[in-house]
């Protein structure tokens, strides 16, 4: 199961809202990182960080472990 099938709909719904027109190259990077992994921890810091940029407020990490483990986007069945 890829990365993104994990993603809670509601992070993928705000990102297609908030910069899916607008900043449009970017998006598409996001669901191809997102896409091409099985695992949260197999993206890339840069993907992290591409993410983290145009997520809205409230599913920005909050600490560490969000950070890391991607809890602040994902479903609740596939946190460590």
């Known amino acids: ?13 705000s990102l297609e809202n908030g910069c899916k027109i607008q900043y ?10 997102l896409e091409k ?3 949260y921890k197999e993206l890339t810091i840069d993907d992290i960080q591409t993410l983290i940029c145009f997520l809205p407020d409230e599913f920005k990490p909050q600490g560490d472990v969000d950070m890391f483990y991607g809890d602040n986007i994902l479903q609740e069945k596939y946190k460590l």
């Open 24 to 33: 449009s190259s970017s998006y598409r990077r996001i669901i191809a990182s």
């Open 1 to 13: 199961m890829k990365l993104i099938d994990q993603v809670k709909p509601e992070v993928l719904k």
């Open 37 to 39: 992994v099985n695992r």
